[in-house]
T-cell receptor, first 110, second 118 residues
């Protein structure tokens, strides 16, 4: 089983729609969780860290479910500029390696 | 402030040649990482530096790959006798502290070096 698994998508949504997707991780000892976004032929950029209680940053909401070992990302009021690949990233406590999911592709259409 | 920078941005080389890729981390970041990303694939961890030492080189694909870091800052990834399968984007990242769990240890990436081996 992969350390981090994501639905590759693509999720094709109209502008203004809400889109949500999950990521599962295999190691119950994981302590840090992030969502990165990666545009085509660009480097990954940190979108947000994911905290135990869940957190929101503008139109983006991240949730962590430790019992079921998944994290989620919800994007409200989608914009064309939200089109990207979203990478789920998990760090294992006392380890420095980030395990990257293969990414979920989101395409927002006008 | 300035982000992570990498050079060159693109490198085309012939099979069998050696290449050097450079990374300048964010000032003050003690941890530095090298990753590789092939077309349409996820990120593959190569090596981690804490200061000038590399506690984990386990991701280096073969002994043709080596890396060093000097002065706790700039790092160089060297690939000797390049092969076509080495073609990929090589990404460098840095973070403020050694990752030991919890937020605040996020990694920040440079723009990458696109390596093409003919």
């Amino acid at each position: 089983r992969k350390e981090v698994e994501q639905d590759p998508g693509p999720f094709n949504v109209p502008e203004g729609a809400t889109v949500a997707f999950n990521c599962t991780y295999s190691n119950s000892a994981s302590q840090s969780f992030f969502w990165y976004r990666q545009d085509c032929r660009k480097e990954p950029k940190l979108l947000m860290s994911v905290y135990s209680s869940g957190n929101e940053d503008g139109r983006f909401t991240a949730q962590l479910n430790r019992a079921s070992q998944y994290i989620s990302l919800l994007i409200r009021d989608s914009k064309l500029s939200d089109s990207a690949t979203y990478l789920c990233v998990v760090n294992i406590a006392a380890h420095y390696k980030l395990s990257f999911g293969a990414g979920t592709t989101v395409t927002v259409r006008a | 402030g300035a982000g992570v920078s990498q050079s060159p941005s693109n490198k085309v080389t012939e099979k069998g040649k050696d290449v050097e890729l450079r990374c300048d981390p964010i000032s003050g970041h003690t941890a530095l990482y090298w990753y590789r990303q092939s077309l349409g694939q996820g990120l593959e961890f190569l090596i981690y530096f804490q200061g000038n030492s590399a506690p984990d080189k386990s991701g280096l694909p073969s002994d043709r790959f080596s890396a060093e870091r000097t002065g706790g800052s700039v790092s160089t990834l060297t690939i000797q006798r390049t092969q076509q399968e080495d073609s990929a984007v090589y990404l460098c990242a840095s973070s403020l502290v050694r990752l030991s769990g919890g937020a605040g240890n996020e990694q920040f990436f440079g723009p990458g070096t696109r390596l093409t081996v003919l």
